[in-house]
């Protein structure tokens, strides 16, 4: 399985920018896909996702009301649209599916996904 993130850029505060990340390869079952961020000097850092397992959707504190998380399943393609963006939410944005079944699971831990993207830049910044 392969993930192409899309759609980071220079945005100024209070702005908005839309994430994509299409899947393509082997189809398989998707147990969860999920954002998360890493900025500079920082751990990476689980943003939002969705659990297919339990129904569940999960946000970050930080970005609580700010930002929204979808799964087109024609198209094999999440997206993360993030508006109200402040300079905080500066960092590579990477999108994650796993894979694994479960019946217990921490939602933002990295090591609990399967397959990654390679990361795009968002850059919040007047």
């Known amino acids: 399985v392969q993930l192409q993130a899309s759609g980071g850029g220079l945005v100024q505060p209070g702005g908005s920018l839309r994430l994509s990340c299409a899947a393509s390869?082997?189809?398989?079952?998707?147990?969860?896909v999920g954002w998360f961020r890493q900025a500079p000097g920082k751990e990476r850092e689980g943003v939002s996702c969705?659990?297919?397992?339990?129904?569940?959707?999960y946000y970050a504190d930080s970005v609580k009301g700010r930002f929204t998380i979808s799964r087109d399943n024609a198209k094999n393609t999440m997206y993360l649209q993030m508006n109200s963006l402040k300079p905080e939410d500066t960092a590579v944005y990477y999108c994650a599916i796993r894979i694994r079944g479960f019946s217990s699971w921490m939602p933002f831990k990295p090591y609990e996904y399967d397959f990654w993207g390679q990361g795009t830049l968002v850059t919040v910044s007047s």
């Open positions: 390869g082997e189809t398989l079952d998707y147990y969860a």
């Open positions: 969705i659990s297919f397992s339990d129904g569940n959707t």
